[in-house]
């Protein structure tokens, strides 16, 4: 046992209630996390606090929930995890979160001020330098050496997480530090205020020039979009422009899946990458045009590129562009205004050079398929293309997983073929309602993300989708989804490996090797957490989802099935 393990004697306040005390102060009701020895001092703290407290198995699967809390809510997730092993073990999640811009406030402990500066002094956990194996992973990195410190730092966290773009940030906090009598008054006045990250006009200006004058106007949206709530400054500029609206796989949602404009999320398919080439003017806003979002770096524009972005490293990072460095909403809200006012002309003319209507004639425009008809035109082919593939079983799965889904429920997936379907041909039917690991690809992220969810919005059932492979990773959380008694429903597709490596490398190699596994019996495992569980079929997955869905409380629904996926289009390019 450490020398600095308290024993019980009456509290006094101390830097554990300091850190409390200061996420209350900033607004937080619910932190996620798993105790260790140096952050019992936090952690008891909770007891004298209002703060929620979710506590799960693993410290990464804690780290998917916090990840998924925060996209929810649009606000910060603190984790609180222990030193050395904890703190490294939510490292993959953290990814994840900088990925998908997740306002995550991850609080670990640190060994005793003593044993901090590498100077090897043998303490359980002790790591040389610990913030470092975080500081190529979040957005900031933040300490506190002292009681009084902690809640500067804490503010400073919380400002870092919620600035443009959203992201990870790790504070640390000595094991000594979260013990010491707090010699200061409870955290009342905190405030933290999160960097707005607005565009210059100059910028949108010349954005609104390029669009106006337009004969092909196309707009690529991406997670930026949903994570800025910027979909209704989306759609008006859009139906402005009458300009088609592709979404990439983190941006699903941001544009509805039906409207006559919509090219969908087939990123994946050579018909949509020819579409968005083919633009005289493409704005993308809220996608660095990264590797899946360009059809795998295929993508070769022959227009003009208007990139919005908040990420300062991502722009103009694939693609030159006139690059406009700003959080979504606020780009595409001074875009909606500037366009109107030129659409409108100097005297309200509507067929003023540069306006929509005068957009739509020229040279060889009469010739041209309207925006609507040449939208229909690509999800036709893109259709065709599937259907020539013989893939019956997997769009019989997704549509039942579909149909069985409340149109209201959200929905997490894992690393699994299903979800790469889902990524192109699933409708999450409203916004912020589709989640999965595709930023950083990280296995496991469905169902503790899902548990994410369900504390967020306890109303509402919540559907996680995984493999057998990906299972494993989370299935401890059986019993956190039993003890909170979360709605959370978890599909697990069954196909007795790594299903999309076994593709991957029979494609590549002929045969795969280290993808098949040994799996439990899923119903039996689910059954001894006290959580209901059944086994079904392609036929019966519609009623028996649905049905458990409908059900109070966790639940697990098994799918014994081999799913392919749909060919390629990037490796004949």
């Known amino acids: ?279 005289d003017t493409l704005l993308v806003v809220g996608s660095g045009l990264g590797e899946l979002s360009s059809n795998y770096h295929t993508f070769r524009p022959l227009g003009r590129v208007v990139q919005i972005e908040a990420d300062l490293g991502k722009l103009e990072s694939n693609h030159a562009a006139l690059g406009i460095h700003a959080d979504a909403r606020a780009a595409l809200a001074a875009l909606v205004k500037e366009v109107g006012e030129r659409e409108a002309g100097p005297d309200g003319d509507e067929d003023a050079p540069g306006s929509k209507a005068a957009g739509a004639a020229g040279p060889g425009a009469g010739d041209a398929p309207s925006p609507e008809a040449a939208v229909s035109d690509l999800l036709a082919h893109v259709r065709d293309r599937i259907a020539g593939q013989h893939l019956d079983l997997e769009q019989q799965v997704l549509a039942s997983v579909r149909d069985a889904l409340p149109d209201g429920a959200v929905s997490c997936w894992d690393m699994t073929i299903l979800a790469y379907w889902a990524w192109s041909a699933f409708d999450p039917r409203r916004t912020n309602a589709l989640h999965s690991a595709q930023g950083a690809g990280g296995l496991g992220y469905g169902f503790p993300a899902a548990l994410g969810v369900a504390v967020a919005d306890p109303e509402r059932p919540v559907l996680a989708v995984s493999g057998d492979g990906g299972a494993m990773y989370s299935i401890a959380e059986l019993a956190t989804a039993r003890q909170y008694d979360l709605p959370v429903t978890w599909l697990i597709v069954d196909d007795g490996g790594y299903g999309i490596l076994r593709e991957y490398m029979t494609d590549a190699f002929g045969a795969a090797t280290a993808t098949e596994l040994t799996r439990p019996d899923f119903v039996a495992l689910a059954e001894s957490f006290g959580v209901p569980a059944l086994r079904t079929t392609p036929e019966r997955l519609r009623t028996d989802l649905a049905a458990a869905l409908a059900a109070p409380g966790p639940s697990v629904v098994v799918l014994p099935a081999h799913l392919r996926m749909f060919a390629p289009t990037h490796l004949d390019s």
């Open 1 to 279: 046992m450490s020398s600095t393990t308290p024993t019980p004697t009456q509290h006094r306040r101390n830097g554990g209630d300091l850190v409390v005390e200061s996420l209350a102060a900033l607004g937080a009701d619910t932190v996620f996390g798993l105790p260790g020895q140096h952050a019992l001092g936090v952690f008891d703290a909770l007891r004298r606090s209002a703060l929620r407290y979710v506590g799960l198995r693993v410290e990464n699967n804690a780290g998917f929930a916090a990840d998924a809390y925060a996209r929810i809510t649009h606000g910060v997730a603190p984790l609180l995890v222990s030193t050395g092993p904890g703190a490294l073990m939510t490292l993959a999640a953290l990814q994840e979160a900088a990925a998908g811009s997740a306002a995550v406030l991850a609080i670990g402990s640190q060994v005793p001020l003593a044993g901090i500066g590498g100077g090897r002094h043998g303490y359980l956990h002790e790591l040389t330098d610990q913030s470092a194996s975080f500081r190529g992973v979040v957005k900031s990195v933040h300490t506190a050496r002292t009681a009084s410190q902690i809640p500067s730092a804490v503010a400073a966290a919380w400002e870092s997480a919620l600035s443009a773009p959203h992201g990870p940030v790790w504070l640390e906090i000595p094991q000594d530090v979260l013990l010491a009598e707090a010699d200061v008054p409870p955290v009342a006045g905190l405030e933290a205020r999160p960097r707005e990250l607005l565009p210059r006009p100059e910028l949108i200006a010349a954005a609104a020039d390029r669009l106006t004058r337009a004969r092909r106007p196309v707009i690529l949206a991406g997670g930026g979009v949903v994570r800025a709530g910027a979909e209704a400054e989306l759609l008006a500029l859009a139906e402005q422009l009458r300009a088609p609206v592709a979404t990439t796989f983190g941006g699903k949602g941001a544009f509805p899946w039906e409207h006559p404009l919509s090219l969908r999320s087939w990123m994946e398919d050579r018909y949509t990458t020819a579409f968005l080439e083919d633009a």
